[in-house]
């Protein structure tokens, strides 16, 4: 953030925790000099709050990416066999898994038990989200998504929210990592489903130089056509 003084910029990381801003909310801010309008407010604590009233906060939509590239992880698809190949290849690269997933997870567990009744289960990975303030649970997927991926993963997704959940946390959200989503069939499995459910894809490898390059000549001839 290029802000050289320091109580400026511990004024803005400070609103933008408590406000969970997203980083267009966080410049629109700074542009809109929130921090002299503060300052020369009579009432800073009032003007604090009108803005967070106002202000657009950060979703987990907007902080789930897809697809997620596992490039880093050297192996091609058809090494991958099992979720379980994945899962070790993912914690013994985990600083770039945390990087591929963005700013703000926090590993908490692999292969955490949990115990429904009499009957254990287990969660791939259990991840919190310091500026979210929630816990995000994922469970990996070495095919395409399959309706039944998300019974298992609601599941876990109820089981934190009742037995796990922190009076001052938000409530937790699941994703679901796969290789391939028809997007008709997500649709339908999710239209009576709550929006704590998040379908991401994933790639072990970038597409060849080539691919890259057709899909950027494609992408600047239509917005040229659009505007020509």
């Known amino acids: 953030m290029p802000i050289d003084n320091i109580l400026k910029r511990a ?20 542009d809109s000099l929130y921090f ?8 800073p604590a009032l003007l604090s709050k009108l803005t967070q009233e106002k202000s ?12 997620l590239v596992f490039e880093f992880l050297g192996l091609k698809a058809k090494d991958v066999v099992y979720e379980s190949d994945l899962e070790q290849a993912l914690i013994e690269h985990l600083e ?17 038990r949990i115990i429904i009744g009499d009957e254990y289960y287990f969660c791939d990975l259990v991840f919190y989200h310091r500026i979210l303030k929630c816990h995000v649970l994922v469970e990996l997927k070495v095919g ?16 934190y ?3 796990m959940m922190h009076s001052d946390d938000n409530p937790p959200v699941g994703i679901l990592l796969v290789t391939n989503k028809n997007n008709a069939l997500v649709e339908y499995a999710m239209a009576d489903s709550d929006k704590d459910i998040f379908i991401s894809k994933y790639a072990l490898e970038l ?21 020509d």
């Open 11 to 30: 004024f803005y990381e400070i609103e933008c925790i408590k406000g969970t801003w997203s980083v267009r909310e966080l410049k629109r801010q700074i």
């Open 36 to 43: 002299e309008r503060s300052g020369m407010s009579q009432n």
């Open 96 to 112: 770039e898994f945390l990087l591929e997933l963005g700013d703000g997870f926090c590993f908490e567990a692999r292969q955490k």
């Open 161 to 163: 929210r009742k037995e």
């Open 144 to 159: 395409s998504f399959s309706y039944e991926h998300i019974g298992q993963l609601k599941t876990y997704v109820n089981y």
């Open 56 to 67: 657009e906060t950060a979703t987990m939509l907007d902080t789930i990416k897809s697809p």
């Open 207 to 227: 597409p060849e130089k080539k691919v890259l390059e057709d899909f950027i000549r494609n992408e600047f001839n239509q917005k040229q056509e659009k505007y």
